[in-house]
Each structure stands twice: as C-alpha cells, then as structure tokens.
C-alpha cells in the first residue's frame, strides 16, 4: 500500500547536502544525524526545535551513541566513522581520540553506513569512490570491557559491494542485514551475536537496475537500497535512494508497504521518540537536478512520520 507525502513533516532544521546516519538518543530525548560532505554533526531537540551543530575535521560516514563501562549515566558521547578511521568523542563537542586506523586509501575510499550492534561492538562498511569495481567492505570494532584484546583493531566481515549500505539487526539478533546501493542488493546473514560469527548468506531483496537514460521525474525506476531499520517485529524499512519512498519489507523480504516520500533520494530511517513509533528519515540534495529540487523543494531535510508499530531502540558502542 502506498501512503501520500503529505503525512510527513519536516524537522525545523536546516537542509543537508547528504544527510545520513540517524538515530533517536533515548538518554537524551535528540534526534542525531549527520551531513556527509558538510563534515558536520546535527542534534536536535525536537520539542524545541532547537540544532546544534559540530564540524569535523573530515566527512563522517556515521555516528553512533556510546557509553563507558556500558552503564547508563556513564560518560557517553559518540563512535564516530571519519573519511581514515573510527574515533571516539567522550563528549559533545569534545576531542576526537582514533579507535583504529582505516585499512583502505583514503583518497579513494571512505567509511560509509554504520552502527553498533546489539552487543555493543560498532560497524561501519566503506564507500568506494570511483565505483569502477566493488572494493567496498564491511567491518567491525570490538573495544567493550570484556573484550580481552589490547588493542582493538577492525575486523573483515564482508566485501564484494561498491557502497556499504542497509546495515541492521533483526530483533531477535540472529540475523545481520547488509546493502550494497550500486548493485541494488540487499544481503542478509545468519549471527551469532556472541562469537560475532556471520553464516549462511543469502539475497534478501534484488531491486531491478536503474533503466538507461532514466532521469529524475520519470516513471520506471524505483530507486536503490541505502539506509535502513528494523522495527519490533523484524520488518526492515529501507530508504530507497532516486525513488522517493521507504519500503516496509518483512521477514521474507515482501513488500508490506510503499511510503512515498517528499524528497527523491530519501537516505536513512530511523525509529525515535518516547515509543518509538516515530519514523525519522534523512534526505539529500548534494548534485541534483534543478528541475528535481524544485518539485522537491524540501529536499535534504529530515523528516517524520507516525508508525503504528514500534522499531528497535538504537544500540550502543561499549567501550
């Protein structure tokens, strides 16, 4: 079933070039995410209305909430995916300590979607620039506590995609979930969420390919997986970037619903609020057409939707 646009609203902030990376703080009751290529972090009370904003020092790809010794009230801050690597900020606004170096060149590739997983250890796959080849991989970090290793360093998990995208878990934490946007792919893995130990792949949902000479406006192309979220009974919405809507697939992979969007390459859900029933979703406007602009004028806002089911609250990188 396909809703109409107007159920959405947009946030009272700014425009994105590429707005990615969302989540809901439940500690903090603010919606985060990220502007790619305008190197900055957005929070936003949306009671008030009130954003901040704190550059970096390159493009981040994405950012999650974390958490000390993993006990709420411990210093927190964010796990942040930078163009070379993954730095921990202990505090909003704070210094930016490395994590663990990137394993790719920089100058070609950088650190795309990523998240923390439901035990605490934070994801990010990459984004190959020149797209000619699919170089991008996936991997993960380990840093909690209990982690015996000295110096945590970043873990292969997949590969053989172009850019990293879709990643997420299922509630029950035995499946991971991986996208790869140029070739319209959606992966999925069977997880063992203690060994960390990926299983049993599988095609979770082919997107037919963008049609030659297609341009935005025209009918018979219904854009490609980026980002995505579970809600509480597994079904996965993932963005789906030149087509102007989020689709809610469930378990298998079906369709359950077309949600049309106000903007044509929606990037990112993300479930928030006190229930956890409303839908954020970010959008971008970075190298598009003027005619697209115009009948999108919102584009690269973040916007939101009320569900009726409730997602996964966001998970948090332990350290």
């Known amino acids: 079933m396909r ?18 990376s969302p989540f809901w703080h439940p500690d903090e009751q603010m919606l985060y995410w990220i502007d790619i290529p305008g190197r900055q972090i957005h929070r936003c009370n949306v009671f008030m209305g009130t954003v901040q904003s704190w550059g970096m020092p390159s493009d981040p790809g994405s950012i999650a909430p974390a958490r000390t010794g993993g006990h709420k009230g411990d210093a927190s801050g964010l796990v942040i995916a930078l163009r070379d690597g993954i730095y921990r900020a202990r505090q909003w606004g704070g210094a930016l300590q490395r ?30 620039e020149p ?20 110096m945590p360093s970043l ?21 991971v979930y991986w996208a790869d946007t140029t070739a319209h792919i959606i992966r999925a893995w069977d997880w063992n969420a203690r060994s960390n130990a990926m299983g049993r792949g599988r095609v979770f949902r082919q997107f037919p390919g963008k049609p030659d000479g297609w341009q935005a406006g ?18 996965y919405y993932v963005a789906m970037y030149e087509g102007a809507r989020v689709l809610k697939l469930s378990p298998s992979g079906e369709v359950l619903a077309d949600l049309a ?4 390459c929606p ?12 839908l954020y979703l970010t959008t971008a406007r970075q190298n598009r057409p003027a005619a697209e602009l115009h009948a999108y004028p919102d584009s690269g806002r973040v916007f ?11 998970n948090f990188f332990l350290d």
Request: net charge negative; with cysteine.
């Open 261 to 264: 969007v106000p903007a044509q």
């Open 3 to 20: 809703t109409n646009g107007p159920n959405w609203q947009a946030l009272a902030a700014p425009p994105c070039e590429l707005g990615e």
């Open 131 to 150: 797209r000619d080849r699919a170089d991008a991989k996936l991997y993960s970090l380990d840093c909690r506590p209990d982690n015996a290793v000295e």
């Open 99 to 128: 994590l663990a170096a990137a394993e790719h060149d920089p100058a070609t590739t950088r650190f795309n979607d990523g998240k923390a997983d439901p035990m605490g250890r934070f994801w990010a796959g990459t984004m190959y």
């Open 155 to 175: 873990e292969f998990k997949a590969g053989d995609a172009t850019i990293a995208n879709g990643l997420a878990w299922s509630p029950d934490a035995a499946t």
């Open 267 to 278: 990037t990112m859900p993300c479930f928030g609020g006190d229930d956890l029933k409303t």
């Open 218 to 235: 025209m009918p018979g192309y219904g854009g490609r997986p980026d980002g995505a979220a579970v809600d509480v009974e597994g079904n």
């Open 304 to 314: 939101s939707l009320r569900v009726d089911t409730p997602g996964l609250p966001v």
